[in-house]
């Protein structure tokens, strides 16, 4: 099977798209031609895909990336035997098109909720942007297959769509949590609390504990990042490829996530969580649903309040001090992590789903 695969806003390196779904596909023994803005980026295609470069859509400038994307879909429809599109503006791209093949939208997010998340956005515009949204999700739904990432998506659409879950890889062993370093892997912007995680490090500088982020920051959160990288507070690693950056949290005291509370986030599971777990160290949480849910069914972490740095670093004091406890919620995470979010087990099913939709024998 030869599978296309496109985004015009993720990174190349997107840990769902490449380092899971397409890594799935070619284990299963299948071509993947994957377009996406590699130069924007400046990182290179993988050698085991086929890669082909297109345009960036970033904030208002969007237009130009969904016309290329619709060129290449449009030029190598009668070579693939199905390709799939990970952003809602990519719909644009492939809804229309003659003789097309089986088009899969994987939906990873509440499209219409995140839209208070764009600060490019004019509030005026948002109540009508939110329409459209929903006029194109109908539109996918009536023409297109939809993978979802998370269960609560399902409530949006119609019929039942498979969901494919934002699960990783966990190692077949792990180094134990150790005392004097917490991290923070993700996307950085203020609602994903990244304003929280510099006053964190700046209470944690007396206690001899360093702070580590990775991850891209949106614009608005670079400068203050690079103002407290400059002052000693954190060490802040930008964007790092998924495999290399979930090397650095082997060994950490805790992994953060201090998400605000936001209608995007209500009822979506931080995929980080499920990394930090799977690394064996303990997690740090707001009190995001999905978040509470799966610490607390585990007692793999600590719940901390909505924009709270002091109540963060006392937990990271906490569980410095407590070695018995930080250690037994690493295990217990690192447990209930191989057990139940280890991505290979949904793999099959998302390569099966594939090669029935376009209609090749496994």
């Known amino acids: ?78 070579q693939v035997d199905l390709a799939i599109v990970h952003d809602p503006e990519l719909l644009l791209a492939v809804v229309g098109v003659r003789n097309r093949p089986p088009v899969v939208w994987d939906v990873h997010e509440d499209t219409p909720a995140t839209l208070s998340l764009k600060p490019w956005l004019p509030a005026f515009l948002r109540p009508p942007v939110r329409f459209l949204a929903r006029l194109l999700e109908g539109t996918a739904e009536r023409h297109l297959h939809l993978l979802l990432a998370e269960s609560a998506y399902a409530g949006r659409f119609h019929r039942t769509h498979l969901v494919v879950p934002n699960e990783t890889w966990v190692p077949d062993q792990v180094t134990a949590p150790g005392g004097d370093r917490i991290v923070y892997l993700g996307w950085l912007s203020e609602a994903r609390g990244v304003r929280e995680a510099i006053e964190v490090a700046r209470l944690l500088r007396p206690h001899r504990v360093a702070v580590e982020l990775i991850g891209y920051a949106d614009p608005q959160s670079r400068p203050m990042l690079n103002e407290a990288v400059a002052e000693g507070l954190l060490e802040w690693r930008d964007f790092m490829p998924n495999d290399e950056a979930l090397k650095r949290l082997d060994g950490a005291l805790a992994g953060l996530s201090l998400l605000r509370d ?24 707001t009190p995001s649903p999905r978040a509470v849910e799966l610490v607390e069914r585990y007692n793999s972490g600590v719940v901390v309040p909505w924009q709270d740095p002091k109540a963060v670093a006392q937990a990271v004091v906490f569980l410095r001090d407590d070695v018995k406890e930080r ?20 793999a099959r099913r998302f390569v099966s789903q594939l090669e029935a939709w376009a209609g090749v024998k496994s």
């Open 1 to 78: 099977m030869h599978v296309l695969v496109m985004t015009v806003v993720h990174h190349p390196e997107d840990a769902r798209i490449l380092h899971r779904q397409i890594r799935a596909l070619v284990d299963a023994g299948h071509e993947v031609t994957y377009a996406a803005p590699y130069t924007a980026r400046g990182v290179m295609a993988r050698s085991w895909v086929n890669g082909v470069d297109l345009p960036r859509a970033a904030e208002r400038k969007r237009l130009t990336a969904v016309r290329a994307a619709r060129k290449v879909f449009k030029r190598m429809r009668g």
């Open 327 to 346: 250690h037994g919620q690493g295990a217990r995470g690192y447990a209930a992590a191989r057990a139940n979010h280890h991505w290979p087990n949904s």
């Open 262 to 285: 936001e209608p995007n986030y209500r009822h979506s599971m931080p995929t980080k969580i499920v990394e930090y777990m799977a690394h064996g160290i303990p997690v740090i949480t």
